[in-house]
């Protein structure tokens, strides 16, 4: 499992950052269903940050539903049907972009400006 984390000014919380690409990761198939997810003092001391932000991350991955917890075991990826990954996966992105679409909309961008940078970018 791969995690990256930015503390620039105005990136999101740490939490929130783990908890974005652990999800990604599930969803996308990337971290299989009953897999292990590495302990959270591991993952704060590869990081070099505190272990609060990454037990966050792994409670908001619980009560998501993507994650379980085996005490005296650790925690471990859930095991989601591809039906249930397809629409967790939409349902997050369609979430993300809501937010993303507002700031854009306040910028002043048209539907058809967006449009056009996000064919730009998915190339």
């Keep these: 499992m791969k995690l990256t984390i930015s503390t620039v000014s105005g990136a999101p919380p740490i939490y929130k950052q783990l908890y ?12 299989e269903g009953d897999s292990a997810l590495p302990p959270i003092r591991t993952v704060a001391k590869e990081l070099r940050v505190s272990v609060i932000p990454v037990k966050q991350a792994w409670e908001e991955l619980e009560r998501a539903g993507l994650i379980y917890t085996m005490v005296g075991r650790g925690c471990f990826v859930a095991p ?15 979430d993300k972009l809501m ?25």
């Design 20 to 31: 974005e690409q652990v999800s990604a990761q599930i969803l996308s198939g990337e971290l």
């Design 99 to 123: 937010q993303e679409i507002q700031y854009y909309k306040q910028l002043g961008l048209t539907k058809e400006q967006l449009l056009e940078m996000v064919e730009r970018c998915y190339e």
């Design 80 to 94: 989601l049907h591809s039906e249930e990954l397809d629409t967790r996966r939409e349902s997050m992105a369609f």
